[in-house]
């Protein structure tokens, strides 16, 4: 019998469930291994059980919490997948902000006034915090970037079909930045998050002419303070290095590293 899958969305874009969707001259092949028996994005239908359920998005209200533990409960295999999912994403900065300043500054003084003053919607915004999945639920396995790379998907997807542990080497980013032959940034007065961050994307926005920000989140082995004191003799200050590492993965860089 074919394993049961299941997608849910939480907050998020919904761009990794699109890039599953993209994987065109694969597609087809997955389903005629896997059962999609849950997928808002794109049927209809849903499903009591599954074998393997993709989580994306980060968490954020006391009803996701519930609704994230009953997927948990129902499958056999829970995947994390993408920034959101496995590291709160962009949403987690608003984590270091107070929630009535934050609120202002996305919907304006007038509205958070009005608000402000309703005992059914504020205090359930107020206390309302980012988290990544694993912060609620056992993750047995995370599909990094923002996106999800959609080979890591499949590589993934295949691997549990047969019964092997799909392999995420923890190589930094700048391997296969340095196999992709580019120019290193930190050569032209740039600076790059490649040093800490967890491979797999090929460096993709250092080859597309860019740096690398960090999506894919931080690598367990990382040396942040190395990575900080390198920064730092780029110009940077404390407070810009701080923003710059919790752009994607503000729920892994809770406090400055230890001098
Ligand atoms: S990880 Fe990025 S692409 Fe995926 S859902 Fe979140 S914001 Fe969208
Ligand atoms: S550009 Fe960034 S990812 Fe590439 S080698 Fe330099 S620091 Fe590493
Ligand atoms: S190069 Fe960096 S920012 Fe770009 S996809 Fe890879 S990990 Fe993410």
Not at 5 to 19: K, M
Request: proline share 5%.
């Amino acid at each position: 019998m074919k394993p049961k899958v299941a997608f849910f969305d939480f907050a998020s874009c919904e761009g990794c469930q699109l890039a599953v969707l993209n994987c065109e001259d694969v597609f087809l092949n997955i389903l005629e291994l896997v059962d999609i028996v849950e997928f808002r994005e794109a049927m209809s239908e849903t499903a009591p059980r599954f074998d393997v359920a993709f989580i994306e998005g980060s968490i954020h209200r006391e009803q996701d919490v519930q609704r994230l533990q009953d997927i948990r409960a129902r499958s056999t295999v829970l995947v994390a997948m993408g920034a959101c999912a496995c590291m709160g994403n962009v949403q987690a900065r608003s984590n270091f902000i107070a929630p009535a300043q934050n609120f202002q500054w996305v919907y304006g003084e007038a509205e958070r006034n009005s608000l402000q003053t309703d005992p059914e919607f504020w205090p359930l915004w107020a206390h309302t915090r980012v988290r990544a999945v694993k912060e609620i639920v056992a993750v047995d396995f995370e599909l990094r970037g923002c996106p999800m790379v959609p080979e890591e998907f499949v590589h993934l997807v295949k691997s549990l079909v047969i019964g092997s542990t799909p392999h995420f080497p923890a190589n930094a980013v700048c391997v296969e930045c340095k196999m992709d032959e580019n120019e290193c940034v930190f050569d032209h007065g740039e600076t790059c998050m490649g040093p800490i961050t967890y491979g797999g994307c090929k460096a993709v926005c250092v080859t597309g002419g860019y740096r690398c920000d960090g999506c894919r989140g931080l690598l367990p082995h990382a040396h942040r303070e190395a990575h900080r004191w390198l920064l730092k003799e780029k110009g940077l200050s404390d407070a810009h290095i701080d923003n710059r590492y919790r752009l994607f993965c503000s729920t892994q860089f809770q406090g400055r590293e230890k001098p």
